[in-house]
């Protein structure tokens, strides 16, 4: 039986209040540095101190829209956790359990934190709907900008609704996120390619400001790899199916990251008796977050680290390689997963990773902004949240007359 889609449980209250007893109340608190997107854990983990956990949960929503993503799929352990003072004595404060819990509060209490301000006549066109194109557009119309969403597919979130696997992150926390964008009065054109269906010139004419925020939209292919799958291409596919999802009795994993990870667990979750994991790195070098490597050690999947594939023959059968000792594998697998890397995918816009080096997030000399995974710095949830509110702040500078 699948269980793709069982996500672990949250915390109690009584959870949530132990965990904050356990806070040390820092002044210019790490954490709080440390939270790319500004989140402010120190702030809100003060208020359920005092059992504030209405003001709690609007710190958490006014800072970070899409804060209930953020609390289920951020690496925190590289973030706020990371630097928080409690590591010092025993463990980090579980901060992410926290905001979740906040979050969830906010959403079964049918809270109405954001507020907007009256409308400034200005129309932003905003290409792409992942989380920085949200963050954008909902804080451009938290300012009373007129906001238009033009999106390829014919649902909002990017990777959140069509890459990262549901028993980590469940489509409703998603819908509800962009349910709260929506009610700022932000509109959706789906199924709008931008470059083939719409031209980004008539955008940048129409508009006082166009922000792109595609993403790394195409998963890297190995050419002689005919009849590998893409890792995006499969979870997708797996995801819009909601589990129900046909699956072969083995599988091979080729790539080391998260994305390979979360290919790797899926599979298991969806009943794949044998899944191999060929990683180039060994495990000393591996790219993975800790968190997601055991969690796929834990569902039993085999990883070979240190192979790579050296041919792909066509009877199906792949001969993997160890970089560095004398030692070949060959497997026969009924199917390949291709987890190797994303990029992006300019087609039709005219531009290139060259344009995108501004530290205000402007394409010189136009009124295009960007944001998000082709913008420079890490490629996470929380890296798109901290660019999209950046973005729309250049964006707020710019049309207020430093045209
Ligand atoms: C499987 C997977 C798991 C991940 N897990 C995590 C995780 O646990 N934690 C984490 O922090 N990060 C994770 N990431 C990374 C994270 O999802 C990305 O960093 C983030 O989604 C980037 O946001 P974005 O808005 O820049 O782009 P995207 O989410 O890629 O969204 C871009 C959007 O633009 C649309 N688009 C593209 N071109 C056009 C066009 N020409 N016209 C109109 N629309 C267009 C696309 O359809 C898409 O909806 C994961 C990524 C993947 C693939
Ligand atoms: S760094 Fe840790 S202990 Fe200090 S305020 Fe933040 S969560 Fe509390």
Redesign the pocket.
Known sequence: MSNYLDEKKGFTPRDVFEEASRCLLCLDAPCSQGCPAGTDPAKFIRSVRFKNIEGAASTVRENNILAGICAR???TEKYCEKACSRSGIDKPIQIAEIQRFLTDYEETCKMKILEKEKPNGKKVAV???????LTAAGNLALKGFDVTV????SKA????TY??PEY?LPNDVVNNEIKKIENLGVKFKFN????KDVLLENLKNEYDAVII?????KGKLIEDAKNAVL??DF?RDVKESRGNYKVPSDAVVIGGG??AM?VCTTLKRLGVKNVTDCIYEEFSEFRASQKELSETQKCGVTIMDGYVPSSFKDNGEIVFKHRVINSEVVIKPSLTVLAIG?KA?FS??NITDKDLTSSTYQIKGTNVFYC???APGD??????VKTGKECARAIIDYVGGNK
């Open positions: 799929v951020c690496p290409i792409g709907s992942g989380p920085a194109g033009f999106e390829k597919y979130g990017g990777y959140l890459g990262i980590r709008t390619n931008v470059g925020a595609v993403g790394f939209a890792a995006v979870l998260d994305v979360d994303q995918d039709g816009l998000g995974d082709i490629k996470t949830v929380v890296y798109s």
